[in-house]
C-alpha cells in the first residue's frame, strides 16, 4: 500500500478555503442588499397607498408613510427582503447560509456578558444625556410611539422594533459585512469599525449626539459578534435593546 512505502508517503488533503465574499464584493453586495430593504419597506408603502385607492405620488406616500402601522408593516416587510439578498449573495459562493453568518446560539455566560456590556453603554449615554439636559430618546421617536399606542399600532410596533429590524439590520451589518470584511484585509479591528459605521449611516434620521451613540453600540455588537462567533447574540443583544426602549417609551407616555 502507499501509505506504508515510504518513498511514496500518503498523500494530504488540504481543506478547500471557504468561499467568502472580500472587501470590494462585500461592499458591492452590501449595498445591494440595503437597496433590497429599502425596496421592501417603500413596496409596504406603495401598496397600503395603492390599496387605499389614493394617487401614488409623493405626497400620498409621505401622508402614508407617518401612520404608525404603516410605519411598522414597512418596517417588517425590509426583513423578507434582506434575508432574500442575503441568501442569493451567498448561494453564489455556494457557502452555508449558516456557517457564513455565524447562526449559532451563544452560551449564557456569553449573553451576559453581552448584556452587561450594553447596559453599562446605555446607562452612560443615559447619564450624559441627562446631565447634557438632553432627551434619552429623539423627539420623533417618542411621538411615534405615544401615537402608534394611542391608535392601535402598539403590538405591530413593537415587533417591528424588537423583531424585524434588529434581524434585518443585525444580518446586514454584523453578519454578513462583518463576515466579508473580517476576511479581508481590514481583518477582525477594521471590520468590526466599518460595519459599525455602516449600521450608523442607516440611522441617519437622528442627530449627531444619538448616531455616537449608536455607533458605540455598534463597536459592542461588532466585538460580540467576533468574541461569540455569533450572530444571533447580537440579535438578541438589539432586540432586548429596542425592546426596551419601546415599552419605557410607551410607558412613560402613559
Known sequence: MDSLNPDL??????????????????AVWGLLIFVAMFLGQVGAILYLVWDRGDPLDLMSIQRVG????????????????TLAAVWLAIRIKKASFVDYLALHWPSWKQMLFGAIGLVLIVVAWETMSRSLGREATPGFMTDLLKSGRDKGAAVMLLFAFSV?????????????????????FL?????????????????????????????????????????????WLTVVLHALNNLTAVVLTMWLGS
Open 9 to 26: 508517503p500518503p498523500m494530504t488533503v488540504t481543506p478547500a478555503a471557504p468561499r467568502v465574499w472580500k472587501f470590494w464584493g462585500t
Open 66 to 81: 407617518r401612520e404608525p402601522a404603516a410605519l411598522a408593516l414597512s418596517v417588517t416587510m425590509g426583513l423578507p427582503a
Open 164 to 184: 424585524a429590524a434588529p434581524m434585518s439590520e443585525e444580518v446586514l451589518a454584523r453578519g454578513f459585512l462583518f463576515r466579508g470584511w473580517s476576511a479581508s
Open 187 to 231: 481583518r477582525v479591528p477594521g471590520a468590526i469599525i466599518l460595519s459599525s459605521l455602516v449600521w450608523t449611516v442607516v440611522h441617519l434620521q437622528y442627530d449627531m449626539y444619538f448616531l455616537a451613540e449608536v455607533f458605540s453600540i455598534g463597536l459592542w455588537f461588532g466585538y460580540m459578534r467576533y468574541r461569540a462567533n455569533s450572530l
